[in-house]
């Protein structure tokens, strides 16, 4: 027998509340029961634009919404400086909470939200929306599979195994040499190879850099730039095609993630993820975000011994952080990277490479095409190594797959006396731990943070 639909509740208009709207309305099992803004007006005018059912409430508070009987749960998309606020008031008012990422401005605000949701019996869940595509369960399926993907990948694998690379003679990987202007690691050794990289990654690094520049202060002084138009391409394209050699020779970073797009004069100076009293973590809040919970999804959500901001970030007049990229370090060797900006030309990649074969995905964040998405697999076979793409469809986007989900949840808690899950608020908390570490090491001068959980 199917339950009653969950009723949902929406705090704010903000622009992604418009997605959330939709998803609610496509995911079979919930609906918007009501909508609060500051201004009723407001809240009147986006449940028309948004095609609200007529029995949808507007509201001109937030708390009118928290106050509001039929509602089950709260999607809460408010500026992350509102969220403790915001979700402890929902939680102690019996509402369930599906909170935007990033979900706090540190584990400490993060433990606040918890705590009430655990004592309330409400359920809490992040809206990272990859997570509940069907591509991240075949994904997973690979890199369970120990005869194709083998294990993760250490960086202390020596750099010693022949390989069949397409339709390249037989070579040993590690004795390759070349030409010093390729890119191609079957013409370049190497050696010379990282080192080229390493002058690429400098050349990017001073590209971003072209505005007026504070050094000491580590401040843009004006908001322009010029972006670089290759950015990482000739790197994320050499792993993507070579992975599994590569990765040993550029020291085996065997997960790397990357969230950039190229945000604009109007965002860069106004939006909220660039105001310190609104989200005081910037692009690694944003952004960021999903490039480690990417890199925790591949390690089973094991965290990282320690973290390591990369000396590249690049600081508002606020010193909100715009682009910056790190290292996570696992006690066994393992290493994950991922690079996260507001000044780049979009990149939506994540590549994790083990010992039998490599994964590869172009948006993980977001597929191109909303009803099919793909992934490129890379697993030796004998001397050679065999490309597959794998295609995956869905009849409901991702958003709409992560309200339906939510709801199934509650709907368990309300009508079947059930528990709220606890997987959902750990992996947030891991999340947010490993940001803080980032953060941390930012503020620092780049320093080797542990992570403390």
Known sequence: MSTPPIKFGILGCAKIARKL??????????????????????????????????????????????????VDAVYVPLPTSLHVQWAVLAARKGKHVLLEKPVALSVAELDVILAECESSGVLFMDATMWMHHPRTRRMKD???????????????????ETLQLGPMRQRNIGEIGGRPQSTDPITLGFEQLNARFDKMDRRVANLERRADWDKRHRRYTQPTYRRPQHHQSDRTNLLATHPVGTRRALGCRWVESNFIFPAGKDFLENNIRVKTDLDALGVLGDAGWYCIRSILWAADYELPKSVTASPDAVLNNAGIILSCSAKLQWQDGRVGTFRCSFLGDLNMDVTITGTEGTLSVHDYVAPFQEKKSSFTTVVKSGATLETREHVVTTELPQEALMVREFSRLVGSIKYEGAKPEKEWPTLSRKTQAVVDAVKVSIDRDYEIVDIVY
């Open 21 to 70: 709207s939709r998803a609610i309305a496509l995911s079979g099992n919930a609906s918007i029961s009501a909508i609060g803004s500051r201004s009723a007006e407001k809240a009147a005018e986006f449940a028309r634009e948004n095609a609200f059912p007529a029995s949808a409430r507007s509201y001109g508070s937030y708390d009118a919404v928290l106050d509001d009987p039929d």
């Open 142 to 160: 690979f890199l369970s599979d120990s005869s194709s993907f083998g294990q993760l990948k250490s960086s202390e694998v020596p750099v010693t």
